[in-house]
C-alpha cells in the first residue's frame, strides 16, 4: 500500500535551518504533485510548499516563500523541503501529501498523507 514517511523534523534556534525529507512507497509517484502541509497546536492544518508532477512548477504559501524551498528527487520518490530562517510561528508538525498531477492548496485534495514530523523553534 502507499506509504508516506516523514523525516528530518527536530528542534533547533531561531534563525536556524531545517531539511525534511519525505519517502513515498507503494507505487510510482511520477505523475503525482507532491506537497507539504503544516499544524500548530489548535490550529487549521494549513499549505506551505507544493511541487508539480515533473517539478516544473513549485508553489508557497506566503509565510515561507523566500525561506523555504521544496524539491523532488522522482528516481527516489522523495521529496524535501529546505528551511531556512526559521521563526517560532513556524513550530508545527509538517506532512507531506500527494495527488495526481497539480498541486492543490486545500488538503482535502489530497490522497495520502503521511504521519508527520514535529519542527519546533526556540525562541
Known amino acids: 500500500q502507499v506509504q508516506l514517511v516523514e523525516s528530518g523534523g527536530g528542534l533547533v534556534q531561531a534563525g536556524g535551518s531545517l531539511r525534511l525529507s519525505c519517502a513515498a512507497s507503494?507505487?510510482?509517484?511520477?505523475?503525482?504533485?507532491m506537497a507539504w502541509f503544516r499544524q500548530a497546536p489548535g490550529k487549521e492544518r494549513e499549505f506551505v510548499a507544493g511541487?508539480?508532477?515533473?517539478?516544473?512548477?513549485?508553489y508557497y504559501a506566503d509565510s515561507v516563500k523566500g525561506r523555504f524551498t521544496i524539491s523532488r528527487d522522482s528516481a527516489k520518490n522523495t521529496v524535501y523541503l529546505q528551511m531556512n530562517s526559521l521563526k517560532p510561528e513556524d513550530t508545527a508538525v509538517y506532512y507531506c501529501?500527494?495527488?495526481?498531477?497539480?498541486?492543490?492548496?486545500?488538503?482535502?485534495?489530497?490522497?495520502?498523507w503521511g504521519q508527520g514530523t514535529q519542527v519546533t523553534i526556540s525562541s
Open positions: 507503494g507505487r510510482t509517484f511520477s505523475s503525482y504533485a
Open positions: 511541487i508539480s508532477w515533473n517539478g516544473g512548477s513549485t
Open positions: 501529501a500527494v495527488r495526481p498531477l497539480r498541486i492543490a492548496t486545500i488538503s482535502y485534495e489530497y490522497d495520502y
